[in-house]
């Protein structure tokens, strides 16, 4: 699960240069190129996260299940790329959840591992 999670990490990192370009076609374009290859790597990831909700225990479900939810947020974030001239600032808040959350996450499995 954490390795889905850094493969959408990856890509969440190229979405500053979609969210940067000027309002048009190119971006419309940008912004639907980048959202395919997102969800072409969303059904692994959210597989593997439906797999440790599941399986963890409380405390490491629950850290999934804001990975997940942080993920979503970005992704939104992307869609909304085109409508807001604010989805910079949005994108910066939405990504340090993200990471802050897998943070969190590896911490509660190492903790439930011990």
């Known amino acids: 699960m954490v390795n889905r ?3 959408m990490g990856a890509l969440y990192r190229e979405l500053p240069l979609v ?4 309002a048009g076609a190119e971006k419309a374009a940008a912004v639907e190129e980048h959202a ?3 969800r072409e790597a969303y ?5 593997a996260c439906d797999v440790m ?3 963890a225990g409380n405390s490491v479900a629950e850290a999934v299940q804001r ?6 947020s970005i992704y939104v974030c992307l869609l909304n790329a085109t409508a807001s001239g604010d989805a910079q600032s949005v994108y910066a808040e ?3 959840q993200y990471w ?3 943070h969190e996450l590896v911490w509660e499995m190492h903790r439930e591992g011990n």
């Open 94 to 96: 939405a990504i340090h």
């Open 5 to 7: 999670a850094h493969d």
């Open 19 to 22: 969210l940067a370009m000027p």
């Open 67 to 72: 990975v997940f939810d942080h993920s979503r």
């Open 100 to 102: 802050q959350s897998l």
């Open 43 to 47: 059904g692994p990831f959210t597989r």
């Open 36 to 38: 395919k290859q997102l």
């Open 53 to 55: 909700v599941v399986d």
